[in-house]
């Protein structure tokens, strides 16, 4: 048994005791290493009275040594520190070395933990009295955990080494020790910033870890945790999340709700939630930690600090700046005082301030704080230390604000020579090609990025600015290398992030050398930046479905994949399940923990069994302008394609394309994300002088710059981050609306535009939902503003349209309780052309759980979330969407609107028709009925949008002739027709031709006969 192995283990360390006393000690020893510590106090407590009546002085001091260490465990350092005061004469009075230098060790580790400096000194003492090999190296690993949460990293790496050698040299056999050895060499690869090596480290742990301990212990709890915080600072969110999950379940379980080390969890979760920039979640869970921590801490206690300092960084996030300052400066008062200047803790309270000041922004006080943060890190760092480098790259940026060019090139270069531990970089961007190893991916770009935008602050010539030209691609391809490491979907979005910050640089800098000499290579350069930032998590998952086909994975592997997609799925929703009915989620949890990881070791295997499918996975380069061209140049009628590209500083730049021309503009776009606010408001509210207004505003923003060179041509619009929330075609010029001369459609790229295969049927195979819905409450007194959102309302309409759609296209329909989402789910495959008639929930904060509402059956809650949707083998060409908001969700820097309609995308569709806005029951089938009939009768998919719109208002009276009940639908993909006549006799020929050569074979034996 693991718990037997345990016991082993620590009663080896235990082996300087007599024998007699173990097993007496047995009972309480078991409970402390099994976490119970509760009755792990009582029994020692039992055995401290016991010991006491029979004069056994020895053994009453281990039963204290007991008492010491599960108070500890608990928190209640005073108990413990109360204890050993108590305890200190005794030993002296034994005057046994083995059990003074163990007493002195427990009360540096009591000091250890409650944050006091000199326990240092008494680990010493402890270290140079230990009377065998095991016992030194247990206390130079403490001593060298206590060096690291001081950040004394060089001597904690010291320390590692001395006892990594004596351990080896001794050949000790403890795998418990072993494991704290190798935690010890995590933590310095951790606080370096050296992440990858630090998680190969506790991976390693982990394994031993789990040879000794149950599934569910606090040791294991908190290994998950420490991977965790790995998988975050290597920006593999979603993953680390799972660890974070994992580990919180079994602390709270084991420890209950109150026990520090649950208040560890909350703090790594707000922590990555702040980094995900959902600030309300990560300010309530950052509060749970800190009200556990108040009660067991001393208020000045560094936990304590920590907590308060992660609410500053939500205020911060939240744009609170005042708030935010007031807290870090508390703790910087605090921190000095405790600490002294020279302390990691107060560097980083200061780096705080200072990246409150540079939000403001006050980049002149930002900078003084940064330098602050330096000078003290040129104390209390090694050369080479991530922290130390993004003090450096913070800085460099301050200085670029403030037209100090050398100063900020300096300190990109000193904060990318931070980040290269064993390499001497002579600051040629070339040679970075060359390194294998650094120590953070955000300051390597960060450093790399700063260094190309400060070498071309001035520059006029492609010349005078090669070196930012090589920085900018010495950035790109470090970012397209560390993209190969991941392998969750919702990961790939979070390193967009980092393509979107690439794009802003490489957008701004070839958008200069455009300007000054407008020439197709700069040109191209800047559609090439804009079209890196775009829906690259997508790109990524289509040509990932791609690869595996042409890397000829056998069929049985392909199973096998969509087997685990299906298998996790299928945990996700009975985790859902389980919450809602307030159930426990532990089992399930740890299954689906289990699977993710099978899965990525199995895609790991694919990507080394067939090296094609890893070198194509990734392999999708933006499309070129003249390969745009020649795609427009195969449309029926002519097209142009508008490409939009907003920066962090509110820039907006355009990129027109037509077979004839491409040009670029750029307009200062402050104020658009106020406009398109105001202008969706005017919409939802029905309202009509502001919207007019606010559309001519964008109209002026949006378009005008290419007004010169719009014919009557088709649009096809690329839209960025906000700019997805508005339907281009309601905005006006002189009182006409866009659409008025123009087809528009949409697309995610234009490289996935230029690269979707289309899907080609002789004749449309139609499914058509329309659920019923149990929820009544809603009582909406004017059934034109009965909306297809949360409320849950019956949609007669909903019925309507389906049944209109029959009537047109002859479908299979599902009405009611037929419409389920089991069947949707057994025969979605089937069709050529979906329409969902129903309801939906879009979630902006984790857009995997936006969803569509179906009708309850036995199987399935009638809740199809999108993390469901995006692994369904779908087959269709055409999805629409007939609900509300299927084109709004969160927008995530680099990737865009996740939204419902881009799950479908996602999931291989091409062509999905959206709502922009809540879908009106009593419109939507009148439109719908058009739209459909328009298809039929063999229009592209925009014009047959556009003409419906045409045909509703031909009859729409009064209100009903408001956009809000016309204009919300928007065609995002290909616009082919759904019925392709030349197909049709491609495969109509065949049978010609067999038919005539039936009836000649015919006629020639009638005649001979």
């Known amino acids: 048994m693991k718990a037997t192995a345990i016991l082993i283990a620590i009663l080896t360390g235990l082996a300087c005791y007599p024998q007699r006393h173990e097993s007496k000690l047995a009972n309480a020893d078991t409970a402390y290493i099994q976490a119970d510590y509760e009755t792990a106090l009582n029994l020692y407590l039992e055995l401290v ?19 010491i260490k599960t108070n500890s465990k608990l928190y209640k350092f005073d108990t413990a520190k109360v204890i050993i005061q108590a305890l200190s ?31 240092i000194d008494l680990l010493d003492s402890a270290i140079a009295g230990a009377s065998t090999d095991h016992k030194k190296i247990q206390y130079l690993v403490q001593k060298g955990l206590h060096l690291v949460n001081s950040h004394q990293l060089i001597s904690a790496d010291s320390i590692y080494k001395t006892a990594q050698i004596q351990f080896e040299e001794t050949g000790i056999v403890d795998p418990f020790l072993q494991a704290r050895l190798i935690d010890l060499g995590g933590r310095v690869k951790w606080h370096t910033g050296d992440f990858s090596s630090a998680l190969i480290l506790f991976q390693k742990e982990l394994k031993l870890i789990q040879g000794i301990y149950e599934n569910d212990h606090p040791v294991i709890a908190g290994l998950y945790g420490s991977i965790g915080i790995m998988y975050k600072n290597l920006l593999q969110y979603d993953k680390a999340l799972e660890y974070y999950g994992l580990a919180l379940d079994i602390r709270k379980r084991r420890l209950g709700e109150n026990h520090m ?39 000045h206690h560094l936990k304590i600090l920590q907590s308060i300092e992660h609410i500053g960084l939500c205020y911060g996030g939240m744009e609170k700046y005042d708030e935010a300052e007031k807290y870090f400066r508390k703790i910087l008062e605090i921190r000095t005082k405790k600490y002294g200047y020279n302390h990691h803790l107060t560097g980083y309270a200061l780096y705080n301030l200072g990246a409150v000041a ?7 006080k930002a900078a003084s704080y940064f330098e602050e943060a330096i000078e003290i890190g040129k104390v209390v760092y090694g050369p080479h230390n991530y922290d130390q480098a993004d003090n450096y790259n913070r800085l460099g940026n301050c200085y670029l604000e403030l037209g100090q060019i050398s100063d900020a090139i300096n300190c990109f270069q000193l904060g990318m020579q931070s980040n290269l531990p064993g390499h001497i970089w002579n600051k040629d961007p070339e040679e970075l090609a060359e390194v294998d190893h650094y120590l953070s991916f955000r300051e390597i770009q960060r450093s790399l990025l700063g260094l190309a ?20 691609q010495a950035a790109e391809k470090l970012i397209r290398d560390f993209k190969k490491s991941f392998t969750n979907q919702g990961d790939l979005i979070t390193i967009s992030l980092s393509s979107k910050i690439l794009a802003d640089y490489g957008v701004e800098i070839f958008g200069r050398l455009y300007e000054i000499e407008p ?42 994949d969509a087997n685990f997609r299906n298998q996790k799925d299928s945990l996700n929703n009975k985790i859902l399940a389980l919450l809602s009915e307030k159930k426990d989620t532990k089992q399930t949890k740890e299954v689906l923990f289990k699977t993710n990881r099978e899965h990525e070791k199995f895609i790991t295997n694919l990507e080394v069994e067939y090296p094609l499918y890893a070198k194509l996975k990734f392999g999708l380069q933006p499309k070129s302008i003249q390969e745009i061209k020649n795609h427009l140049e195969k449309s029926v009628r002519e097209r142009a394609l508008i490409d939009y590209f907003l920066t962090d500083d509110n820039q907006l730049y355009s990129v027109f394309i037509s077979s004839e021309i491409s040009r670029l503009a750029k307009v200062n776009a402050e104020s658009i994300a106020e406009l398109i606010t105001k202008f969706r408001k005017e919409i939802e509210n029905q309202g009509v002088s502001g919207l007019n207004d606010y559309s001519a505003k964008i109209y002026d923003l949006l378009i005008s710059p290419h007004q010169a060179y719009l014919k009557k041509q088709d649009l096809v619009i690329i839209p960025d981050g906000i700019l997805g929330y508005i339907p281009f075609g309601l905005l006006q010029n002189d009182g006409k609306y866009l659409i008025e001369n123009h087809i528009i459609s949409y697309d995610l790229s234009a490289t996935l535009l230029a690269t979707r295969e289309n899907k080609k049927f002789i004749k449309p195979k139609v499914l058509a939902y329309a659920p019923i819905f149990e929820n009544r409450e809603n009582d909406y007194s004017d059934s034109d503003l009965v909306v297809r959102s949360q409320g849950l309302a019956a949609l007669p309409g909903a019925n309507r349209e389906v049944n209109l759609l029959n009537s047109i296209l002859n479908c299979t329909i599902r009405i009611g309780m037929e419409a389920s989402e089991k069947n949707f789910k ?53 999805v629409t969407l007939s609900a509300c908001n299927t084109g709004i969700g969160k927008i995530e820097e680099g990737e865009g609107v996740m939204s419902m309609a881009r799950t479908f995308s996602a999931a291989g569709v091409p062509s999905v028709v959206m709502s922009l806005w809540p879908a009106s029951d009593k419109s939507t089938p009148e439109l719908m009925k058009y739209f459909y009939q328009n298809l039929k009768n063999g229009q592209t998919k925009d014009v047959a949008l556009n003409n419906a719109r045409k045909s509703y208002l031909a009859t729409a009276q009064g209100k009903a002739r408001h956009p809000f009940y016309w204009g919300g639908f928007v065609l995002i993909g290909d616009n082919s027709p759904i019925e392709d006549d030349r197909n049709l006799l491609v495969y109509l020929l065949p049978s010609v031709l067999v038919i ?5 074979v015919y006629r020639r034996r009638k005649s001979r006969g």
């Open 453 to 472: 935008q400060a070498h071309s602050v001035g520059k006029k010539s492609i010349t005078s600015m090669q070196s930012s030209i090589s920085y900018l």
């Open 89 to 119: 004469p005794k030993v002296l009075e034994l005057e046994d070395e083995n059990l003074l230098f163990e007493l002195t060790f427990l009360h540096g580790v009591l000091k250890s933990q409650i944050g006091e400096e000199h326990a």
């Open 826 to 878: 057994d025969e979605a495959s089937g069709y050529s052309i979906i329409h969902l008639a129903t309801h939906s929930v879009i979630n902006k904060t984790d857009p995997d759980y936006s969803t569509l509402i179906f009708s309850n059956d036995d199987e399935q809650d009638g809740l199809l979330h999108a993390f469901e949707l995006s692994n369904l083998s779908l087959n269709a060409e055409l």
């Open 261 to 299: 080390e649950v208040s560890n969890s909350y703090n790594n979760i707000g922590y990555l939630l702040y980094k995900k920039e959902q600030f309300d979640k990560a300010l309530e869970i950052h509060n749970k930690a800190l009200n556990i921590r108040q009660k067991l801490l001393d208020p």
């Open 358 to 364: 540079d939000e403001v922004p006050d980049f002149k």
């Open 49 to 67: 009275d016991k010991f006491q009546k029979i004069n056994d002085k020895k053994s009453e001091i281990l039963a204290q040594f007991g008492l």
């Open 996 to 1000: 005539v050569m039936i009836l000649t």
């Open 519 to 560: 020439k197709e290579d700069y040109l191209n350069e800047v559609f090439r930046y804009t079209e890196l930032a775009k829906s690259s998590s997508l790109l990524s998952k289509l040509t990932d479905e791609k690869a595996k086909n042409l890397a000829s994975i056998p069929d049985s592997l392909l199973i096998m």
